[in-house]
Every structure is written in C-alpha cells, then in structure tokens.
C-alpha cells in the first residue's frame, strides 16, 4: 500500500489542523490507519490510529479530547483534526498502515509514508 499524506504546514498555538492520509494499492489487506509523529530531538510517538473495518480508534493521551480521526473506506481515506494546538504539537507526521488485526498505534506499523510538516508556533 502507498500511503500520501496531506495537510502539514504552520500553524498557530490554539489554531486547527487537518492531516489526511490517502491510501492507494493494497488497502483491503491492512486492518487500521493512523498517525505517528516524532519532533525534533525526541522518539517517534503513535498519535492517532483507526481500524478500518471496525472503526475502533485509539489517541494518544497527548492529543485526546482535541483531535479527531475519521476515515472515509470509499476514498480511503483517514483524516486527523487537530485542535487547541500547542507547540508540543509541532513534528514530522507520518501516515501508516497495520496488518495487525485488532491492534492500533502499536510500534512496529508495516507502511509508512513520507511524512509531513507540522509547526505550531505563537
């Protein structure tokens, strides 16, 4: 599966973001889509991941109660609403894919995209 992620940029402390993530190729053999991040100086963190069939969802504690993640299985499609955006927010966010049946956000994602920009400043 390839896997296009959409929506980095500048934003500012308090503002909204939206990520999306386009998957293509071999959607139907992986089982959730989400979000990893790593900032600068500091380990890649899981942020957001979705089940695609079930629509389970898993947040880090980090961005629950301010973010959202949605998908959309006709487009394929998982986009990531980010709001109240603090500077801790700003990182390199990856789009990935899991096999894994049942399990979100775990470390070891099979697919990984090419990242996108995200900086949050005041």
């Known amino acids: 599966v390839q896997l296009q992620a959409f929506g980095g940029g500048l934003a500012q402390v308090g503002g909204s973001l939206r990520l999306s993530c386009v998957a293509s190729?071999?959607?139907?053999?992986?089982?959730?889509i989400g979000w990893f991040r790593q900032a600068p100086g500091k380990a890649r963190e899981a942020v957001s991941c979705?089940?695609?069939?079930?629509?389970?969802?898993h947040y880090a504690d980090s961005v629950k109660g301010r973010s959202t993640i949605s998908k959309d299985n006709a487009k394929n499609t998982v986009v990531l609403q980010m709001n109240r955006l603090v500077p801790e927010d700003t990182a390199v966010y990856y789009c990935?894919?899991?096999?894994?049946?049942?399990?979100?956000?775990?470390?070891?994602?099979?697919?990984w995209g090419q990242g996108t920009k995200v900086t949050v400043s005041s």
């Open positions: 979705i089940g695609m069939y079930d629509g389970v969802i």
């Open positions: 190729g071999s959607v139907r053999d992986y089982y959730a």
């Open positions: 990935t894919a899991s096999r894994m049946w049942g399990r979100l956000c775990q470390s070891q994602q099979d697919e």
